[in-house]
């Protein structure tokens, strides 16, 4: 509910242009004992050694995004030595498994709902954002990572750009954790930044 702060990370919910998310992913391998928890919505980024490791940075100016980020983390699948084969909706930290693959949304295009820390103004549409790093709810695996409003900026290189509201009975613009519309800036994100690893 947008009144009450209950962050939960970036849902992908569509695409410019009004497509439909189809759900579709790109697996990408997890290191077998990687010791960083990665929950279902958080910010990922493909590492030097080519898997998945969680991103840590907010994509400030001062703070960017690495060179490898590539989406938004939607769970994985592994076989674990005691209960064999899962998928589950969040990496645990320090998991065994040398099958493990991560199920990434890497649509630079995608349009994501996320809560914000704070009231969000219609004067602010199209305002750069970066996000909150928070510890994820080991849980129920989802990630808290919300949107920093006091980041607001025209800067082309911070994180995400807000492109609409969510409207919803509990959800209206200015509400006091509005929940938001963004997409990736071409800066932040690998497909778009040019920049390899």
Do not use: E
């Not at 849902?11 to 697996?27: D, E, K, L, V």
């Not at 080519?50 to 699948?77: E, H, M, R, W, Y």
């Not at 040398?98 to 709902?113: G, H």
């Not at 609409?164 to 800066?187: E, L, Y």
């Amino acid at each position: 509910m947008a009144l009450t702060s209950s962050p939960y990370g970036l849902r992908p919910i569509n695409a410019i242009g009004g497509r439909p998310f189809s759900g579709s992913t790109r697996q990408l391998p997890i290191t077998s004992g990687y010791n960083t928890a990665i929950a279902n919505g958080d910010i990922v980024q493909v590492a030097a050694n080519g898997t998945i490791t969680k991103v840590t940075d907010v994509g400030t100016n001062g703070d960017p995004f690495p060179a490898g980020t590539v989406g938004i983390f939607l769970g994985c699948s592994y076989t674990d030595a005691v209960s064999g084969f899962r998928q589950n909706n969040q990496w645990p930290a320090g998991q065994v498994a040398a099958d493990a693959q991560a199920y990434i949304c890497d649509d630079p295009n995608a349009l994501f709902q996320i809560q914000a820390d704070a009231a969000v103004a219609q004067t602010l549409m199209h305002s750069n954002f970066a996000v909150n790093q928070t510890a994820p709810d080991t849980a129920n695996g989802n990630s808290r990572i919300s949107l920093d409003v006091a980041t607001a900026a025209t800067t082309a290189t911070v994180a995400f750009k807000l492109v609409d509201f969510v409207n919803a009975p509990d959800s209206t613009v200015g509400d006091a954790f509005t929940d938001v519309i963004v997409k990736f800036n071409p800066s932040s994100h690998a497909y778009t930044a040019g920049l390899g690893l």
